[in-house]
């Protein structure tokens, strides 16, 4: 996937590329992100991209016509939707991260100061998202957000086959539990089903355990969900177990 990002800070945006599973997929030619500045659009000599809002009021507002005239420049180049991320968008989730993956390119759009120019929302953003219920400096958070989610999606991108569809969220629960070497950390043991090399019981044992945390932590997540019947026993155990173990707890 391409993806070409406006901003005033192209340097922060495009170090995204620079660590972790985003410079893999992009060492792999999978992804490529693409900076454009729109104060190299901007036409005066003091490169200025911003002006006082009408109606007056703190702050500056970003000026349309360099914001217009960067995103025609990369339309030309990037057939993709535009994505403005503000905290007026639909508020991202793992399920739109997975829609927006299927897309060949993306166009993301970074505000700055009070927000821009209403007009350029109008015309040109074909989608705005959120990535959570509170204020940043800008969007180049959301952006990288974006592009780190989408990008561990995409084919090929993550080492073996199947870790993406494992993930916390693939298929609306939480993750379960993990662990590693050594067996004990102050007293803390592992349970012992992850030693016991029954493959059937350990896939048990991580369903209910992600099917009770996900119960414990974000019953929301549950509330309009029917489950399979074999998840209910396996939900319906864990709670048993949680209200033994609470009731040992009060003695
Ligand atoms: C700044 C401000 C100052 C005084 C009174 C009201 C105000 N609102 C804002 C504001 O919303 N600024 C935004 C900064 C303008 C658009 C870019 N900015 C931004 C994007 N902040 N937070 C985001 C964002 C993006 C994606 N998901 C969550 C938040």
Redesign the pocket.
């Known amino acids: 996937m391409r993806f070409d990002v406006i901003t005033l800070f192209p340097g922060w945006v495009a170090s995204v590329t620079e660590n972790g599973v985003v410079r893999r997929a992009s060492e792999k030619g999978l992804v490529s992100v693409e900076c454009i500045n729109p104060r190299d659009y901007s036409t005066d000599v003091h490169r200025t991209v911003d002006d006082r809002p009408y109606g007056g009021g703190?702050?500056m507002v970003m000026k349309a016509d360099c914001l217009l005239a960067a995103i025609r420049d990369v339309r030309s180049v990037n057939e993709g939707k535009l994505i403005y991320?503000?905290?007026?968008?639909q508020q991202?989730s793992q399920d739109k991260v997975k829609e927006l993956a299927a897309e060949k390119n993306l166009i993301l759009l970074?505000?700055?100061?009070?927000?821009?120019d209403e007009r350029v929302i109008k015309l040109e953003v074909d989608a705005e998202?959120?990535?959570?219920?509170?204020?940043?400096?800008?969007?180049e958070?959301?952006a990288m957000?974006l592009i780190d989610s989408i990008s561990r999606l995409l084919p090929g991108v993550l080492g073996h086959d199947g870790s993406a569809e494992q993930d916390s969220f693939s298929d609306g629960l939480l993750d379960c539990p993990h662990y590693t070497r050594p067996e004990t950390i102050e007293g803390q043991v592992v349970p012992a089903v992850l030693k016991s090399g029954d493959h059937a019981a350990i896939a048990k044992w991580r369903r209910k355990q992600a099917l009770g945390i996900t119960w414990v932590k974000r019953p929301d997540l549950l509330e309009h969900r029917i489950l399979q019947p074999a998840d209910q026993t396996l939900l319906d155990e864990y709670r048993q177990e949680y209200k033994v173990s609470s009731e040992v707890d009060h003695e």
Do not use: A, H, N, T
Not at 110 to 116: K, P
Not at 129 to 139: A, C, K, M, R, T
């Open positions: 703190p702050g991320l503000s905290p007026q968008g991202l970074c505000g700055r100061y009070e927000g821009i998202y959120s990535i959570g219920d509170y204020v940043l400096s800008g969007g958070l959301g957000v």
